[in-house]
């Protein structure tokens, strides 16, 4: 019985660690695409330059930021930015920031992405809940890979 049991718990601790492997900086392990690597270099140098302010408020660390604000704070706003958007949109950094000046809007994209996000709040909040009745927060949602599939710009359909 013993045995078995030991048998279990190495088992179930194999399968546990293969799912919680960590990257670098003691993030979760995230299956990387051919710009993975480049997302992480800057999203580091970003994570070194607010060293000691990753815990606030992320509009109160980052400037011009117009559509993300409130309660995310700046490390969860960079993994939103590097594990969400950039991954299911299949870019990095640069295909809508200027890395050298990070808050400039110079690049059209940029202000596409922040028209995105807003569409994606209003499908999620008013939209989704008045067809199916349900709280999106704990169902089904749109994301941004939903349409994208980790291509900058949707297929027609």
Wanted: glycine residues 6%.
């Amino acid at each position: 019985m013993r045995i078995l049991l030991m048998i279990s718990i190495i088992s179930l601790s194999v399968i546990a660690l293969s799912f919680v492997a960590k990257t670098n900086a003691g993030l979760p392990h995230i299956p990387e695409d051919s710009l993975a690597e480049d997302r992480l270099k800057y999203m580091n140098q970003v994570l070194e330059s607010i060293k000691g302010k990753e815990g606030w408020k992320a509009d109160s660390v980052f400037k011009n930021l117009k559509v993300i604000t409130g309660k995310i704070t700046a490390k969860h706003f960079l993994l939103m930015m590097n594990y969400g958007w950039s991954t299911e949109l299949g870019v990095s950094c640069s295909y809508c920031h200027d890395v050298r000046n990070w808050e400039s809007d110079s690049i059209e994209a940029k202000n596409i992405a922040r028209g995105m996000w807003n569409m994606r709040q209003q499908i999620n909040g008013e939209i989704l809940p008045k067809i199916t009745g349900k709280d999106y927060w704990t169902n089904p949602k749109v994301t941004c890979i939903t349409c994208h599939r980790k291509k900058p710009k949707p297929d027609a359909p």
